[in-house]
């Protein structure tokens, strides 16, 4: 599985923006997806997930505030993030739990199969 994200940009403060994902075969035995970020100086954090069980979790930071969504009849997964704030300013990474080998090794605690980021800046 190939992951691709888009929508990132340089946006104000209170701005939104919707990040999408889409993957080849993004469906086909995926278990888990989520949304992570990962500032300069910073370890990568997790931000939105979407659990085996299509639980939503979010970090504390972002609840209120972001959205993570999957469209099951295009195989793309969303972040819709409103009321952006300059610390919400990362490089965003949409990541997924592949294979039922893996996923009963690890269940949802560790992604398999990364995109390559896309930056978003939010400035005060």
């Known amino acids: 599985v190939q992951l691709v994200e888009s929508g990132g940009g340089s946006v104000q403060t209170g701005d939104s923006l919707r990040l999408s994902c889409s993957g080849s075969k993004f469906a086909f035995s995926t278990f888990c997806v989520g949304w992570f970020r990962q500032a300069p100086r910073k370890e990568r954090e997790e931000v939105a997930t979407?659990?085996?069980?299509?639980?939503?979790t979010y970090a504390d930071s972002v609840k209120g505030r972001f959205t993570i969504s999957y469209d099951n009849a295009n195989d793309i997964l969303y972040l819709q993030m409103n009321s952006l704030r300059p610390e919400d300013t990362a490089t965003y990474y949409c990541?997924?739990?592949?294979?039922?080998?893996?996923?009963?090794?690890?269940?949802?605690?560790?992604?398999?199969?990364w995109g390559q980021g896309t930056q978003v800046t939010v400035s005060s």
């Open positions: 979407i659990e085996s069980d299509g639980e939503t």
């Open positions: 990541a997924a739990v592949v294979g039922v080998n893996h996923y009963s090794d690890y269940g949802c605690s560790r992604y398999n199969q």
